[in-house]
């Protein structure tokens, strides 16, 4: 007889926690490790890492969950090798080799190729993606051996950095680093090089360093993160409000905090503004800093909600943070 499993006791948790996300493991994989080793009641991701990348990956816990919108949304940096000379099924280093082709192209050519893919460009999604085309991811397809017409989607490529270049002996390749709109393929970004310059290439290594204002210097290890001892895995969450940077701060006093929660536009003297971060004042001594209440924008001197904690999330996150060592 096997032994019963034991339930895990969830738990509400509010924070961010910036992961170092590991290879091999999906995006929605850390996330689930991560919430279950925080006993989350309620989690999510601020946008897919493919299982071949590593880096950072803000997950969100709780209320944090109202806002990870904002962060699909935000510019990204990556630093990507590009192998040269050999195309794979899936422009990476899982998919199986479909043709090979001799580098014979020099530095300077290099350079003017990534100068072409400066700025804003088209790129065809690839199959191997989680992009939906009639309600079925395009893995779908991939795996079923259909290839189906994909729309181009325009992107911003603001830089490419050239950080490392072998062109020839066995293994010709690029190491690049690349600072991309949201919703760009390093993979096909990759390929497309690789076209460009006559050889073709797949992506052999993919990392996240940046994206929007965390970077991976700041991030802990799926490792590191299990070996904390409980109570300083809560501590290693950044607070909500850390998915709010580059919003207006307005903080209300205690009536008008307790209109605005309830979704009452406020009048004040403010000006017009698309992101506004609001807060309530100091719920007690032991909790001296002002409190969240969520986001609004500003338009005409009113105050107008928009996504708004819950009075319930607003004192779990005052209980937690007293509690926290």
């Known amino acids: 007889m096997h032994a019963p499993r034991t339930r895990v006791q969830?738990?509400?948790?509010?924070?961010?926690?910036?992961?170092?996300?590991?290879?091999?493991?999906?995006?929605?994989?850390?996330?689930?490790?991560?919430?279950?080793?925080?006993?989350?009641?309620?989690?999510g991701h601020t946008g897919t890492l493919d299982p071949l990348a590593t880096g950072v990956l803000p997950l969100c816990f709780g209320a944090a969950t109202k806002f990870s919108q904002l962060h699909l949304d935000a510019d990204k940096t990556y630093e990507t090798t590009v192998r040269l000379g050999v195309r794979t099924s899936t422009a990476d280093a899982e998919g199986e080799v479909i043709a090979t082709r001799a580098v014979q192209?020099?530095?300077?050519?290099?350079?003017?190729?990534?100068?072409?893919?400066?700025?804003?460009?088209?790129?065809?999604?690839?199959?191997?993606?989680?992009?939906?085309?009639?309600?079925?991811?395009?893995?779908?397809?991939?795996?079923d051996g259909e290839t189906v017409e994909r729309e181009p989607r325009r992107v911003t490529i603001h830089e490419i950095e050239l950080l490392d270049m072998r062109l020839d002996g066995d293994a010709p390749q690029l190491r690049l680093r690349?600072?991309?709109?949201?919703?760009?393929?390093?993979?096909?970004?990759?390929?497309?090089?690789?076209?460009?310059?006559?050889?073709?290439?797949?992506?052999?290594?993919?990392?996240?360093?940046a994206t929007g204002p965390f970077s991976v210097t700041d991030a802990i290890t799926l490792e590191a993160f299990e070996a904390l001892p409980e109570a300083q895995?809560?501590?290693?969450?950044?607070?909500?409000?850390?998915?709010?940077?580059?919003?207006?701060?307005?903080?209300?006093?205690?009536?008008?905090?307790?209109?605005?929660?309830?979704?009452?536009?406020?009048?004040?003297?403010?000006?017009?503004?698309?992101?506004?971060?609001v807060f309530g004042p100091a719920a007690s001594p032991a909790h001296p800093q002002a409190v969240l209440l969520g986001t609004a924008h500003t338009q005409g001197g009113e105050l107008i909600p928009g996504r708004l904690l819950s009075p319930t999330d607003i004192q779990q996150i005052l209980d937690t943070s007293e509690a926290t060592p």
């Open 233 to 277: 895995r809560l501590a290693a969450l950044r607070p909500v409000d850390a998915l709010l940077g580059g919003h207006e701060r307005v903080t209300l006093d205690a009536e008008h905090a307790g209109r605005f929660l309830s979704g009452v536009r406020r009048r004040g003297d403010w000006p017009n503004r698309e992101r506004v971060a």
């Open 10 to 43: 969830r738990r509400p948790v509010h924070g961010v926690l910036l992961l170092d996300k590991p290879l091999g493991l999906s995006s929605n994989q850390a996330l689930q490790k991560a919430k279950w080793l925080l006993r989350a009641e309620k989690a």
């Open 178 to 209: 690349v600072v991309c709109s949201k919703g760009t393929y390093i993979r096909t970004l990759g390929e497309d090089i690789g076209e460009a310059l006559g050889c073709g290439g797949h992506l052999i290594a993919l990392r996240r360093v």
């Open 105 to 143: 192209c020099s530095v300077g050519q290099v350079v003017e190729v990534l100068d072409r893919f400066m700025g804003e460009i088209e790129q065809v999604p690839p199959m191997h993606s989680a992009l939906k085309k009639d309600g079925k991811a395009l893995y779908e397809y991939a795996r």
